[in-house]
């Protein structure tokens, strides 16, 4: 079972930045669609960004500009760079790796790490 350990969250103050890490395990890492998702409290959770992989990114219209997603197929790492960081950005972050098994979409989750951005 593949396992996914999502790190540098933290408390920010509004405009800074945060760098997110997502280690995953197994050696089916560069076959993964990479994801990043988050929730806010009483909300439900959201699609931030995905790195496919064939190398593609993309973001949603809310943190494009502020936002950037990577991957290291090496080191079997994904991140999220966050700059400008706004109080609507505060939520527990996930990291999601997808594939398809035996002909059905599979995703594995990670724990989440918290981000608050606050003055």
């Known amino acids: 079972q593949v396992q996914l350990v999502e790190s540098g969250g933290g408390l920010v103050r509004p405009g800074g930045s945060l760098r997110l890490s997502c280690a995953t395990s197994?050696?089916?890492?560069?076959?993964?669609?990479m994801s990043w998702y988050r929730q806010a409290p009483g909300k439900q959770r959201e699609l931030v960004a995905t790195a496919t992989s064939a190398g593609y990114t993309s973001l949603v219209d809310p943190v494009k500009g502020r936002f950037s997603i990577s991957r290291d197929n090496t080191n079997n790492t994904m991140y999220l760079q966050m700059n400008n960081l706004k109080p609507e950005d505060t939520a527990v972050y996930y990291c999601s790796a997808a594939e398809i098994e035996r002909g059905r979409p599979v995703a594995h989750w990670g724990q989440g790490t918290q981000v608050t951005v606050s003055s």
């Open positions: 197994g050696n089916k890492f560069p076959f993964y669609a």
